[in-house]
Every structure is written in C-alpha cells, then in structure tokens.
C-alpha cells in the first residue's frame, strides 16, 4: 500500500453547515489529489481498469466518424444522378418461401427498355448489364467491372472523356465489339507500358474489344471505386459476355424535375402492362427517384450506425463494471487507511468523494484516450477507403459524457460502501 498524506485532525472541518466555499473547495482539492495518488501507486492495474472504456469510446467515435463519410459519399454520388433520374431495379427472388434482397430476381429485358423509351418526357434510358470480368491487354491484366449500357449513359451518369469517343448509336445496333475504359483500367493496363490505349485491342473474358475511348477520374467513391469500370454497348454485353436477355437495371432521366413523379406513374403503369401484373398485383420490379434512392441510402446508414452504437456501448458497459470491481477491490484493501482518515478527523462524504473521484478520474482518463484512438483509427480507415473525414463535435461530446457519467455510475456504490465504514472496525483491519 503506497504512503498517502491526508489531511490532519486540525484542518479537518467539523461541521458542514460551518463549512465556508473556501474550505469546501480546498477539502475537494485534497481529496482529488489524494485520489490521483492512489491511482498513480497502481499505474498498470488502473489503465487495465479503463481499458474497456477506451475500447467502447474509441469504436463509438470511429464508428460515427466512418459511416458519417459513407453517409456523405453517398448523399454526393445520389446527388450526381440528378434530381430528374429515375432507377429500375428487378424485384426480389425468392428461394423456398423466402425472399432475398431487392434486385436479386431477373425481371427486365430489353423489350421493356425499348417500351419505356416511348413514354413522354423520357429524355435518355439506358439498360445497365453488370458483368465481372478480366481484362488483358499483352502480359497484363486486371479484375474490373464491365457494364453493357446505351450511348445516351454517357448523358446519363455525367461521364467526361479523357481521350477518345464514346460508343455511338451505330455500334450499339450493330453490336461493334468496342469499349470505353476507366483510369483505374488504363492505369493498370496501359500506363506502365507507355501505350496509348485509344485504338488498342484487349481481351475481356476472352472476347475482343478494341478501345475507343477513356475516361476522365472521378476518383474513389467509397467503397466502390467509379473508374475501375469498362463500358461496352448493351447488346455486345448480352450476347457476347454475359449471354442472357435479362438486364440488371434501366436508368432514365426524366426532361425536367416537374415531370419525374408523372414519368415514375407512367414507368410503373407501363412495366405493369409489360410484365402483365393484374391490378392489385405484386410488382416485380422497383421504381427509385434520387430523392427515393437517397432516403433509403440514409436509413440504412442510420440503422447502420446504431447498430454498431449498440455493440460499442456494450463495451462501455463491461468497462463501467470493470471500475466497479476494481473500486470495490480497492476499498477493500484500504480499510486501514480510511479508518486513519477518519479518525483524524476526515467526514464519511470526504472518503466518498476521494473514491468517486478515483472512478471519474479513471473513466475520464480512458474517455479522452479512447477519443483519440478512435479520431485516428476513423482516420486511417477512411483514407483506405477514399472516404471523406467528417468529424462529429456533437459524437465527441456524448461519448465523453457518458464515459464521465460510467464513472460516477458505476464508482457511487464503492465509494459509498467506503464511507459507511465504521472507523473502529476499519482500524483493526491489518
């Protein structure tokens, strides 16, 4: 047991009602230094202590600061479509009873792309026909995504042209084996060599496409990344690559924001027709405007978040415990030296204090750790995945409170328990 200076018989105040703010706030100051010293005589058993306050603060800041940057990642590539885009998902495949995620059954064709486009104020529609696939070129190659789609996609997604064209109306209705390739392809396999890539054949699943053009950067997005992509026309995608009259989605872009809620009723009334749905009958497709797509985006961010809140603030829940056992422990083997206080004059709240200063100090302490661990692993996890760092002052401010309020939840009990002492009987204690 460390030797720690209490306050004498003398300067101890016998009565509370005669206590002057003065003497209060220099008895709160003895005993918060006498509570740093006990926590200092046990360095190693008090950073274990709050070792798991550091672990929940730091995954609560980490996790706020990480899906804060998806939140606003996508909130950004949503708003990029425009407010006047309109997605077609297919509807939900089910599997012995059970239904799978939105977008897993395969319900579009190309006829239903070729019926939409007559509706009115539809200014572009494009089919999207997602194929993984391998691309070399020489003695190179790289895992990307290929997508089948329109020449009016260009319009439709925003994409500028580094070099090159797109793929026009005639290599799509002829089927051209030709491609326009992402930075993240060309890096991969033209860039080390040197080689203009415009007018170059490479080799996608075995199949040749010759290159007419690349893309400008739009740089990481999150989890996925924009420019490792290849877009080929939709009809060399399904007959050549993917081999199936289905596609995987329609984007269409309406001729103005006003007309888009009256261009999603007719899409709907018109697939209905298509798919030959019975009034009353269940859709076996979806229909998304951005303002749709960005409010789903936002609920599953939420959910999202307070989910991985709730792991995290079971963390902060064993740390509270783990205080109270070491504060229980703790006064345990200092009955000796609360009996000494005591019998020098120091009150039953002076003990309580002392002790519930030790917890809040304690839960603090690992409060402003695990801050800083969790700003920096927020930090490194979004710079891995090209995500924004958005720092949440209202995030930093919770998490420490409640660590604080951990502290003096779970440090009252102890540090009653040590104030109800009976000096005589603490005293006898070896």
């Known amino acids: 047991m460390s030797s720690v200076t209490y306050p004498s018989a003398s300067s101890a105040v016998p009565s509370a009602s005669r206590l002057q703010p003065r003497g209060r706030g220099l008895l709160i100051g003895a005993n918060f230094r006498t509570a740093l010293k006990a926590l200092r005589a046990n360095q190693l058993r008090s950073f274990l202590t709050t070792l798991g306050v550091i672990i929940g603060v730091a995954a609560v800041i980490a996790i706020v600061t990480l899906t804060q940057g998806v939140s606003a990642t996508l909130n950004q590539r949503l708003a990029g479509l425009g407010t006047n885009t309109l997605m077609i998902q297919p509807g939900a495949a089910s599997s012995n009873g059970a ?68 793929f026009s109306t005639g290599d799509q209705l002829g089927a051209a084996p030709v491609a326009v390739i992402g930075q993240t392809v060309v890096d991969n396999l033209f860039t080390p060599t040197g080689i203009d890539p415009i007018g170059q054949t490479i080799r996608i699943n075995n199949q040749l496409f010759r290159v007419v053009g690349t893309l400008q950067a739009k740089g990481s997005q999150g989890f996925g990344n924009a420019d490792d992509v290849i877009f080929v026309p939709s009809t060399e995608a399904q007959d050549r690559l993917k081999n199936s009259q289905y596609v995987d989605q ?29 009034a009353g009958g269940t859709d076996d497709f979806r229909v998304l405007n951005a303002n749709q797509l960005l409010q789903t985006a936002q609920q599953t961010t939420t959910l999202l978040t307070a989910l ?38 120091a009150r039953r709240s002076d003990i309580r204090n002392q002790f519930l200063i030790e917890a809040v100090v304690l839960s603090a302490v690992g409060g402003l750790i695990g801050i800083l661990i969790g700003l920096l692993a927020g930090l490194g996890i979004s710079a891995a995945l090209g995500l924004p ?9 919770i998490a420490f409170g409640v660590a604080a309020i951990i502290g003096i939840g779970f440090g009252l009990y102890p540090a009653v328990r040590a104030a109800r002492l009976d000096p005589i009987v603490a005293l006898r204690t070896e």
């Open 250 to 278: 329609i984007q269409i872009q309406a001729d103005g924001a006003t007309n888009v809620v009256q261009v999603q009723q007719n899409v709907t009334t018109a697939l209905e027709k298509q798919h030959h749905i019975a």
């Open 389 to 397: 760092l958005i720092v949440s002052p209202l995030a930093i401010l």
């Open 99 to 166: 239904f799978r995620a939105e977008g897993t059954a395969q319900t579009l064709k190309t006829s239903d792309v070729q019926a939409l486009a007559t509706i009115p104020h539809v200014a572009n529609i494009s089919p999207v026909i997602s194929v993984g696939a391998q691309a070399i070129y020489g003695n190179r190659n790289w895992n990307t995504q290929v997508q089948g789609v329109y020449p009016s996609y260009q319009s439709l997604q925003n994409w500028q042209l580094a070099g090159g064209t797109w």
């Open 308 to 345: 991985l809140v709730g792991i995290a603030a079971i963390s902060l829940t064993v740390g509270g415990i783990g205080i109270m056992n070491i504060m229980l422990v703790s006064v345990t083997e200092r009955f000796r030296e609360i009996g000494i206080r005591m019998a020098v004059g």
